[in-house]
């Protein structure tokens, strides 16, 4: 969280500058995950915390992945784990 957010594609670019190889979102935010694609950094995507308690429910969890992971799994994707 932060009032002066940097663009998604300078955060990759730190990363990679830095070395940084793997990380672990809090959310799927989908400008973060299309920064994401064909970085070859590798990427961990958790559930928000707000949204634990309805992933209970096998058809929105379904379409929580669907919506999050399964759309950016193509080749030169998101290198998610």
Known sequence: MATHKLPPKVVVEMLKANGIE??????????????LAGSGIEVMVAIPNDQLAVMNDYGRAKKW???????YNFSKGVKIK
């Open 22 to 35: 793997k990380v672990k979102l809090f959310d799927a935010d989908e400008s973060t995950m299309s920064a």
């Open 65 to 71: 992945v669907h919506r999050n992971v399964t759309r």
